[in-house]
């Protein structure tokens, strides 16, 4: 009889020599739905074995966690398990890869996954990207989600907005995005009102900076202006003979100094 190499059978391997995934994205996992699989598990089994690979002292698992937490719910002493061969690098991405596929990844824990993948892994943005099945673009705005502080993060996430929401949120001041959030969840503001509604404090917040702005520069202009002026009186007092033109447009202000050689 042949036997099989241990990367192409099913092991039953001890729940005990199972070591969690270290680059795994997902941190939540909803209770209820860890309960019925766990019962579905005692009253079947586990139809579909999880994915771990060999480390010192046993194995790491590649994906499969939410099954992996329900077997251990369901008291189950071993797991049936795929033994993939791959290393740490090859694990984060499949990992990656298994929760993404299930498309129920929270917006940040994806967004959080991503940036461990380049910043640990060391996938670069173009790998990741091309293995996820996602555009550069589409990658770069999911890891620019993580500018927002952790109280604008938790607002997104209890209230379920999107991830246009909270990118239109980005376009704004840090200390005017949290009150923002706050009013289009209180205003169950969608996507187009959303960004609607952020246009309209960036518009109403750059006149009222323009204003101040405009002034000062004008009075800085001014002070200029006389400088000039008094630095020609001092030259006249002098004995000589200089002159100061000034000409003005709508556009600048042109200042003509005349000084006699002899």
Known sequence: MRILPEKKRVLEIPVEQIAPNPAQPRREFAEGALDELAESIRENGLLQPV????????????????????????????????????????????????????????LFEEAEG???????????????????GKSQPALANKLRLLRLTAEEREAVTRAGLTERHARAALRLPEPMRLPALREIIRKGYNVQQAEAYVESLLASGGEKKAKPRAKGIVKDVRIFLNTVQHAVDTMKRSGIAAVARKNETDEYIECTILIPKF
Not at 75 to 100: H, K, W
Not at 122 to 132: C, D, F, K, S, Y
Request: glycine share 10%; net charge positive.
């Open 114 to 132: 991503l940036q461990r993948l380049i910043g640990e892994w060391g996938v670069t943005q173009e790998e990741a990207a091309r293995r996820l």
């Open 51 to 106: 994915t771990v690979r060999r480390v010192p002292g046993g194995y790491e698992l590649v994906a499969g966690e939410r099954r992996l937490r329900a077997c251990k719910k369901a008291g189950l002493a071993t797991v049936p398990c795929l033994v993939q061969d791959c290393d740490g690098r090859q694990s984060a991405v499949l990992s990656m890869l298994e929760n993404i596929q299930r498309e129920d990844l929270q």
